[in-house]
């Protein structure tokens, strides 16, 4: 396919679909392609080991949508999905910010279509709305703060104990929360495809064969995981503790492309993943795993996929990110 073809069909395929010479080193020319467009490679921990390693700052939903708003860049190039790339631009919007492929969605966002939520918040005038980072631009826009895993409690904290709250889209963490800060917030019934599938069993059975590991998970797992981890927090907050924490042997509940980079800072642990109950070992994002170095490398090139917004919208949906920030800084947990 040419490039004037791949690029008119980039909102149908979600990426440039442009057949790459195989003896291109891809990795130079990410390199040379960052200085000369003075772009930013912005990467999650759950993208491929490849990308994470030509990344110029990897991190959890919060350390990135703080970099993203701060960075002098002139382009953001996100490998992450699209609510990621979608908070750099309304942090960011001078910026132009490319995602190596439209379709990297996330079914958590997915699982809060905005009109369904807008009815339910319009049932609850007297509540405050607090939504996890992982939901649309339109349910951002709904919201009165944003929270990640990483500084959720603090926001919790950061109100009166008798303040009420919807808390959406994901009914783990939300459950987590309620557990964890004595709260009643009513939960939006939504989850994450991969967190969600862990297997207690499996795990249990694991715990048996590794009997000085710990386990240590997302709080976008389910409650019967989370009751048996020993450490539950945010993807940097696992990857720290992990290092850190003197145990050599750890059960990982949650997507699989953090052991990359725990792997990398401790390299004499040992990481195993926590078996999902779909029969296959590991548990990997399809979503986060549609990024690639081929991608990542032509959406740089070609500066497509770009991510562009209504601005109206994406002023509504910077408040509550906004209010989010805010509380992090006052409670020391920005970089
Ligand atoms: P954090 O990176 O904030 O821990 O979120 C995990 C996640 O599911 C991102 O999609
Ligand atoms: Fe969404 Fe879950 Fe994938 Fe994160 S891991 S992007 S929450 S589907």
């Known amino acids: 396919m040419n490039i004037a073809e791949a690029k008119s069909k980039v909102v149908e395929k979600g990426f440039l679909d442009i057949e790459l010479d195989v003896q291109m080193d891809l990795f130079a020319e990410i390199e040379r392609l960052k200085k000369e467009k003075n772009a930013i490679v912005l990467a999650h921990y759950y993208v491929d080991g490849d990308i994470q390693d030509v990344a110029d700052f990897l991190g959890d939903s919060l350390g990135l949508a703080q970099k993203a708003q701060s960075t002098n860049a002139d382009m953001i190039v996100f490998a992450g999905v699209h609510f990621m790339a979608e908070t750099a631009k309304i942090l960011n919007p001078t910026k132009k910010v490319v995602l190596p492929d439209l379709k990297a969605g996330c079914s958590l966002a997915d699982s809060a279509p905005a009109g369904l939520f807008k009815a339910f918040k319009e049932k609850h005038p007297d509540h405050l709305v607090i ?155 399809p979503y986060m795993k549609l990024n690639s170095i081929e991608k990542l490398y032509l959406c740089m090139e070609y500066e497509t996929p770009e991510i562009l917004m209504d601005e109206e919208l994406r002023v509504a949906a910077k408040k509550p990110i906004d209010r989010m920030l805010e509380i992090s800084r006052a409670a020391g947990l920005l970089g």
């Open 131 to 285: 939504s996890y980072i992982n939901c649309t631009s339109d349910i951002k826009a709904l919201s009165d703060i944003i929270c990640t895993s990483s500084n959720a409690e603090a926001i919790l904290n950061s109100l009166p104990k008798e303040q009420k709250i919807i808390f959406a889209p994901d009914k783990n963490l939300g459950g987590y929360l309620n557990k964890k800060t004595g709260r009643d917030m009513l939960l939006w019934s939504g989850a994450c495809m991969v967190h969600q599938i862990f297997s207690l069993e499996k795990i249990t059975k694991l715990k048996v064969r590794h009997p000085n590991a710990k386990v240590i998970a997302h709080p976008e797992c389910e409650e019967a995981v989370l009751r048996i981890a020993d450490f539950v927090g945010s993807t940097t907050q696992l990857l720290k503790y992990a290092v850190t924490d003197k145990t050599e042997e750890f059960i990982v509940a949650t997507e699989t492309g953090i052991l990359h980079q725990m792997q990398k800072d401790a390299p004499y642990k040992t990481f195993i993943p926590a078996p999902p109950n779909n029969g296959c070992a590991c548990n990997d994002c």
